[in-house]
């Protein structure tokens, strides 16, 4: 099993930023790549950015692409999502994923789940 612990969200006003960590323990060496979902109320949940443990591949949606960043520490077993320049329909709540594949933009791809994070984003 995997453990994902997300941690960072909040309230922000529109152009601002925050960082989001996620803590991964367990088995983590059957994982190979980590993402970043989120889930505004009455959508579905949506792709957001992932990384591979060796850095790259790393693949953005293309809503977030050039103001979000995603990045990994494996000595701390933690990825992060740099968000900048933050909109409102970034609002909602992020999740942080595991996968066993070493490409993974796909829900389904995924094996864990952290509990998720909730960004807002005032206008």
């Known amino acids: 099993q995997v453990q994902l612990v997300e941690s960072g969200g909040g309230l922000v006003q529109a152009g601002g930023s925050l960082r989001l960590s996620c803590a991964a323990s367990?088995?983590?060496?059957?994982?190979?790549?980590m993402g970043w979902f989120r889930q505004a109320p009455g959508k579905e949940r949506e792709f957001v950015a992932f990384?591979?443990?060796?850095?790259?591949?790393?693949n953005y949606a293309d809503s977030v692409k050039g103001r979000f960043t995603i990045s990994r520490d494996i000595a701390k077993n933690t990825v992060y999502l740099q968000m900048n320049s933050l909109k409102p329909e970034d609002t909602a709540v992020y999740y942080c994923?595991?996968?066993?594949?070493?490409?993974?933009?796909?829900?389904?791809?995924?094996?864990?789940w952290g509990q998720g994070t909730q960004v807002t984003v005032s206008s």
């Open positions: 367990g088995r983590t060496f059957s994982t190979s790549a």
């Open positions: 994923a595991a996968s066993s594949n070493w490409y993974a933009h796909m829900r389904n791809e995924y094996d864990y």
């Open positions: 990384i591979s443990w060796t850095g790259t591949p790393i």
